[in-house]
T-cell receptor, first 114, second 115 residues
Framework: GENVEQHPSTLSVQEGDSAVIKCTYSDSASNYFPWYKQELGKRPQLIIDIRSNVGEKKDQRIAVTLNKTAKHFSLHITETQPEDSAVYFCAASIPGGGADGLTFGKGTHLIIQP | DTGVSQNPRHKITKRGQNVTFRCDPISEHNRLYWYRQTLGQGPEFLTYFQNEAQLEKSRLLSDRFSAERPKGSFSTLEIQRTEQGDSAMYLC?????????????FGPGTRLTVL
């Protein structure tokens, strides 16, 4: 089955700086890669996703890049703000390919230092 | 509230008891997923339904776990003979496949504590 590795487990950045979180996946058939943000005691919230037919997607301060050959994808947050502090999870799946359930990474605790 | 809802939000039970959780998906979403999340970990996929059909089950779903979605709307997850290792947050998510929407939207979860 799919295995998703996520790094780092904790990331501390100064407010206004950029943050990058990286994930690798094992199943080359995976073609859908969402990122979720989870604040303490709350539900995971989808912040951005990418499908394997594109290499990059951007939404305001958030961007995701995908390298299918290397089987890794990354989340980039620019101009970080205190409200970006949370745990971020990457995930992978094969929608319609018998593996629609998401396989998640272990999460990255992002801390924005004022 | 038009989001995914789950009940109860918290459940404390004694080892060996049976528990049942309910999930109400976003209206008209045809797919419903169950996940389990333990402290400090990402959610782990358990099972999912398309309408009333259960299409995929993780090997994490032991025979003590059963899920149903009889009318293709809400779903229930039952755990029989609970064990302390079942203590976790049980999350439900839904999606609408017919649009481009394979995005899964999560509910607030049911936190289970087995004493």
């Amino acid at each position: 089955g799919e295995n998703v590795e996520q790094h780092p487990s904790t990331l501390s950045v100064q407010e206004g700086d950029s943050a990058v979180i990286k994930c690798t996946y094992s199943d080359s058939a995976s073609n859908y890669f969402p990122w979720y943000k989870q604040e303490l005691g709350k539900r995971p919230q989808l912040i951005i996703d990418i499908r394997s037919n594109v290499g990059e997607k951007k939404d305001q301060r958030i961007a995701v890049t995908l390298n299918k050959t290397a089987k890794h994808f990354s989340l980039h947050i620019t101009e970080t703000q205190p409200e970006d502090s949370a745990v971020y999870f990457c995930a992978a799946s094969i929608p319609g390919g018998g593996a629609d359930g998401l396989t998640f990474g272990k999460g990255t605790h992002l801390i924005i230092q004022p | 509230d038009t989001g995914v809802s789950q009940n109860p939000r918290h459940k404390i039970t004694k080892r060996g008891q049976n528990v049942t959780f309910r999930c109400d998906p976003i209206s008209e979403h045809n797919r419903l997923y169950w996940y389990r999340q333990t402290l400090g970990q990402g959610p782990e996929f358990l099972t999912y339904f398309q309408n009333e059909a259960q299409l995929e089950k993780s090997r994490l779903l032991s025979d003590r776990f059963s899920a149903e979605r009889p009318k293709g709307s809400f779903s229930t997850l039952e755990i029989q003979r609970t064990e302390q290792g079942d203590s976790a947050m049980y999350l439900c998510a839904s999606s609408l496949v017919e649009t481009s929407g394979i995005e899964q939207f999560f509910g607030p979860g049911t936190r289970l504590t087995v004493l």
